[in-house]
């Protein structure tokens, strides 16, 4: 995700624009683009050192959920593990890296 916003061409301030949705297997489900800033009403966050915009709905329904990159011969993208959802077959994460969101209280 760094190499995409890095060589993306649109600037120091670009970033990764995460939006999701309520749906899909694991209870989520996601769609990203690189942009050159936060559209409005967008929060930023630094995650290991990459901008993250995020919708103010997309804030609300990642609050305490888990952000895992799968990337195995089967399946490969983002999954969300939220521990007040219901468990599914899908949200295995071994040996993947995994990052909490936290955003900031409103």
């Known amino acids: ?5 890095r060589f993306g061409g649109l600037g120091a301030g670009a970033g990764f624009r995460l939006v999701v949705s309520p749906g899909g297997c ?3 489900s996601s769609q990203f ?3 050159p800033a936060p559209l409005d009403g967008d929060r930023t966050l630094s995650v290991n050192g990459l901008k993250v915009f995020l919708p103010a709905e997309s804030c609300r329904l ?4 888990t952000i895992d990159f799968l990337e195995t011969p089967t399946q490969t993208g983002f999954a969300f593990i939220d521990p007040k959802g219901s468990a599914c077959a899908c949200q295995s994460t071994s040996g993947a890296e995994l990052v909490q969101l936290t955003t900031p209280s409103s």
């Open 1 to 5: 995700m760094r190499r995409m916003v």
């Open 26 to 28: 694991s209870g989520m």
């Open 33 to 35: 683009t690189i942009e």
């Open 62 to 65: 990642l609050e305490g959920v």
